[in-house]
């Protein structure tokens, strides 16, 4: 009794320090965003003596040590207008420390943060041109070291260019022409909640309820707001098909704040409340462009369930300065994956016909992955901050963040399993609404272990589990898990025809790439850049690896069209080809390859000895089940 009434005692102390502490007031000026600078000014309540600052270095989401410090400059403290001398930790390169002066109750803090260019990583990446820009907390301020991240309160306030509109998930308390003034928050939630503005603006109300959810779309340009009503209606149906897949939201509201441009980083980004998807600047307006990248919003949106609410005990650490663990992310990212993918299809952002063909070829990339033969999936889980780091080139042989695809491929199985041995009376769908229902209310995390997975599963549907995700997350060997596939009713087929997704990526992609992964071995950057050999294939015999450039195919010049074309006349007659490469060192070399099996495209084919069980798979959920979904 004692000891529960000390415990009690101490949680209410703590509670009580948490209210008494004053905030810390955070004024970001981005109106010189157009220079790629922003700048902030701090004022942080202290007590006299040593303080140590620290500025976030681990981003949830991210899954690394991506806080972009190097990127933070002009750097000044004072304490009651005189100046502060600071100095930088010799061992942490993210804390820095100071001397509050006697008599001072506060340190006033000024940095200015460099926008990045490049548009290669998440949010340190370029995020801003002349016309948008979005704003990330975590990259404008300091805090101190000790107390956790929900203990530590934020004020925050934000100027802008003028005339322009912004989307958040903060709460606005006063807006004016030269300030806008947002309701206090803890630091977790700061950080957890980014600000998209910019001149070209526009919001899509997708839910109207009492936890309301929209889009708020920032371009470069007017035109390319121009979202279709057919867009419009996929996207409120993700909503729906969501309610009807968890049965709860755990958001108060939610903000889709989508960047539309051609010169910022393109990826998804999670919030509770939000998320930071970015496209390429006509994603709305042409198809193409749309099909390869509408998808992320629907992915992001599942992670307000699965990431955010529901979290790897691994990844949810105290502060932004503790390291992670990601060693459950083919849980986070892979169900994820699965799941957004999911509701692209049964809401209708994708076709029945595109989900088949972006299993197929993920399947088939995984397929041929020799990396996999020494580097079982769960490593790549737990080296995660290492490998979104790694280069393109040789990534059949390394692996990279294959948690995301292959967690498609493995929880795809499961589903599978469920529906197959319960005989259409249970899904997946079952263990999501167990998991990550409940009732709805305010932004949460709720941890979890591999034994609560294995345990929901285990209520669902009887059966060993445990060993069932660790036969495929651990082991190594030369085939990717297709039992998903398989037991769908489908098998992964390949021929000349082309892959409508593989097709897009051609010519809608990023770098443009002309994938022959499944012929000869080559994935081949628009430029001619090669960007992986796979081992083992005919192409890494031959003696091309990556970073060496294509330059011609049978005496052509190289375009995608004619690598296809030349692979197309081998069909069943053997044939020489020549490649003309510039190797790394400048020279040139030809390179001959005996080939003949034709264009090898992977697709799905039906397997008509078993049910089709996919079809069941993609299919929407029924309205009857969203009716928890809106209120508390």
Same mark, same amino acid.
């Given at each position: 009794?004692?000891?529960?009434?000390?415990?009690?005692?101490?949680?209410?102390?703590?509670?009580?320090?948490?209210?008494?502490?004053?905030?810390?007031?955070?004024?970001?000026?981005?109106?010189? %965003?157009?220079?790629?600078?922003?700048?902030?000014?701090?004022?942080?309540?202290?007590?006299?003596?040593?303080?140590?600052?620290?500025?976030? /270095?681990?981003?949830?989401?991210?899954?690394?040590?991506?806080?972009?410090?190097?990127?933070?400059?002009?750097?000044?403290?004072?304490?009651?207008?005189?100046?502060?001398?600071?100095?930088?930790?010799?061992?942490?390169?993210?804390?820095?420390?100071?001397? %509050?002066?006697?008599?001072?109750?506060?340190?006033?803090v000024a940095l200015d943060f460099l926008s990045p260019g490049s548009q290669s990583g998440f949010s340190s990446a370029a995020s801003a041109t002349p016309h948008l820009a979005l704003?990330?907390?975590?990259?404008?301020?300091?805090?101190?070291?000790?107390?956790?991240?929900?203990?530590?309160?934020?004020?925050?306030?934000?100027?802008?260019?003028?005339?322009?509109?912004?989307?958040?998930?903060?709460?606005? $308390?006063?807006?004016?022409?030269?300030?806008?003034?947002?309701?206090?928050?803890?630091?977790?939630?700061?950080?957890?909640?980014?600000?998209? &503005?910019?001149?070209?603006? !526009?919001?899509?109300?997708?839910?109207?309820?009492?936890?309301?959810v929209a889009l708020d779309i920032a371009a470069d340009s007017q035109a390319a707001l121009a979202i279709t009503?057919?867009?419009?209606? #996929?996207?409120?149906?993700?909503?729906?098909?969501?309610?009807?897949?968890?049965?709860?939201?755990?958001?108060?509201?939610?903000?889709?704040?989508?960047?539309?441009?051609?010169? $910022?980083?393109?990826?998804? *980004?999670?919030?509770?409340?939000? =998320?930071?998807? !970015?496209?390429?600047?006509?994603?709305? %307006?042409?198809?193409?462009?749309?099909?390869?990248?509408?998808?992320?919003?629907?992915?992001?949106?599942?992670?307000?369930?699965?990431?955010?609410?529901?979290?790897?005990?691994?990844?949810?650490?105290?502060?932004?300065?503790?390291?992670?663990?990601?060693?459950?992310?083919?849980?986070?990212?892979?169900?994820?994956?699965?799941?957004? =993918?999911?509701?692209?299809?049964?809401?209708?952002?994708?076709?029945?016909?595109?989900?088949?063909?972006?299993?197929?070829?993920?399947?088939?990339?995984?397929?041929?992955?020799?990396?996999?033969?020494?580097?079982?999936?769960?490593?790549?889980? $737990?080296?995660?901050?290492?490998?979104?780091? #790694?280069?393109? #080139?040789?990534?059949?042989?390394?692996?990279?963040?294959?948690?995301?695809?292959?967690?498609?491929?493995?929880?795809?199985?499961?589903?599978?399993?469920?529906?197959?041995?319960?005989?259409?009376?249970?899904?997946?769908?079952?263990?999501?609404?167990?998991?990550?229902?409940?009732?709805?209310?305010?932004?949460?995390?709720?941890?979890?272990?591999?034994?609560?997975?294995?345990?929901?599963?285990?209520?669902?549907?009887?059966?060993?589990?445990?060993?069932?995700?660790?036969?495929?997350? &651990?082991?190594?060997?030369?085939?990717?898990?297709?039992?998903?596939?398989?037991?769908?009713?489908?098998?992964? $087929?390949?021929?000349?025809?082309?892959?409508?997704?593989?097709?897009?990526?051609?010519?809608?992609?990023?770098?443009?790439?002309?994938?022959?992964?499944?012929?000869?071995?080559?994935?081949?950057?628009?430029?001619?850049?090669?960007?992986?050999?796979?081992?083992?294939?005919?192409?890494?015999?031959?003696?091309? &690896?990556?970073?060496?450039?294509?330059?011609? %195919?049978?005496?052509?010049?190289?375009?995608?069209?004619?690598?296809?074309?030349?692979?197309? #006349?081998?069909?069943?007659?053997?044939?020489?080809?020549?490649?003309?490469?510039?190797? =790394?060192?400048?020279?040139?070399?030809?390179?001959?390859?005996?080939?003949? /099996?034709?264009?090898?495209?992977?697709?799905?084919?039906?397997?008509?000895?078993?049910?089709?069980?996919?079809?069941?798979?993609?299919?929407? *959920?029924?309205?009857?089940?969203?009716?928890?979904?809106?209120?508390?």
């Amino acid at each position: 009794m004692r000891r529960s009434l000390l415990l009690l005692l101490v949680s209410l102390w703590a509670a009580a320090a948490q209210a008494q502490r004053p905030a810390i007031e955070l004024n970001v000026d981005a109106r010189d %965003v157009a220079r790629k600078l922003l700048h902030a000014q701090m004022r942080i309540p202290a007590a006299p003596g040593p303080l140590t600052l620290v500025y976030p /270095k681990w981003l949830p989401g991210e899954h690394g040590p991506t806080g972009p410090v190097t990127d933070l400059v002009n750097l000044r403290v004072s304490a009651g207008g005189k100046p502060v001398a600071w100095h930088r930790d010799p061992v942490d390169m993210y804390a820095l420390h100071v001397d %509050v002066p006697a008599g001072a109750d506060a340190v006033e803090v000024a940095l200015d943060f460099l926008s990045p260019g490049s548009q290669s990583g998440f949010s340190s990446a370029a995020s801003a041109t002349p016309h948008l820009a979005l704003l990330t907390w975590n990259q404008l301020l300091l805090y101190p070291q000790g107390p956790k991240s929900d203990e530590v309160m934020f004020k925050p306030s934000l100027r802008l260019p003028a005339g322009w509109k912004y989307g958040t998930s903060l709460t606005t $308390v006063r807006e004016t022409p030269d300030r806008i003034e947002l309701a206090p928050l803890s630091l977790t939630m700061l950080v957890d909640s980014p600000v998209l &503005t910019g001149e070209y603006f !526009r919001v899509v109300p997708l839910d109207t309820s009492d936890r309301d959810v929209a889009l708020d779309i920032a371009a470069d340009s007017q035109a390319a707001l121009a979202i279709t009503p057919e867009t419009t209606e #996929a996207l409120r149906r993700v909503v729906a098909q969501a309610d009807a897949l968890f049965g709860a939201r755990h958001y108060d509201h939610y903000r889709f704040l989508l960047t539309l441009s051609d010169h $910022v980083a393109h990826f998804g *980004l999670e919030h509770h409340q939000s =998320n930071d998807s !970015r496209m390429a600047e006509r994603a709305l %307006v042409d198809s193409t462009l749309g099909r390869l990248a509408l998808g992320v919003l629907s992915h992001e949106y599942v992670h307000s369930w699965n990431g955010k609410y529901r979290r790897p005990a691994g990844l949810a650490t105290p502060d932004f300065q503790e390291p992670m663990q990601g060693e459950l992310l083919w849980v986070y990212e892979g169900l994820t994956q699965y799941l957004g =993918n999911l509701l692209a299809v049964r809401s209708g952002l994708w076709t029945p016909q595109r989900y088949r063909e972006r299993l197929a070829k993920v399947a088939s990339d995984l397929e041929h992955r020799p990396g996999r033969e020494w580097r079982p999936l769960t490593d790549t889980a $737990v080296a995660a901050q290492l490998l979104y780091e #790694a280069p393109r #080139a040789w990534a059949s042989f390394r692996r990279g963040t294959d948690f995301y695809d292959e967690g498609w491929l493995i929880w795809l199985d499961a589903d599978m399993l469920i529906r197959e041995q319960t005989k259409g009376k249970r899904s997946l769908d079952d263990f999501c609404r167990r998991f990550h229902g409940g009732a709805s209310g305010s932004p949460t995390v709720k941890t979890y272990t591999l034994d609560d997975v294995v345990r929901t599963l285990n209520e669902v549907h009887p059966y060993d589990w445990r060993k069932f995700l660790m036969d495929r997350v &651990t082991a190594t060997g030369a085939h990717a898990p297709l039992g998903g596939i398989e037991r769908s009713g489908y098998r992964l $087929v390949y021929n000349d025809t082309r892959n409508e997704y593989l097709k897009d990526i051609e010519e809608g992609g990023d770098d443009g790439l002309a994938d022959a992964g499944a012929s000869i071995g080559l994935r081949v950057k628009e430029d001619g850049e090669i960007q992986d050999a796979i081992p083992g294939t005919p192409a890494y015999e031959a003696g091309i &690896t990556p970073g060496m450039k294509l330059i011609a %195919v049978n005496g052509r010049k190289f375009n995608s069209d004619v690598l296809r074309d030349t692979l197309l #006349a081998t069909s069943g007659a053997p044939a020489t080809l020549t490649l003309l490469i510039e190797t =790394n060192d400048d020279f040139f070399s030809q390179h001959t390859i005996q080939y003949g /099996k034709g264009l090898q495209e992977p697709h799905l084919e039906r397997d008509g000895s078993k049910p089709d069980l996919l079809e069941r798979h993609m299919a929407p *959920l029924s309205a009857g089940s969203e009716k928890t979904a809106g209120t508390p």
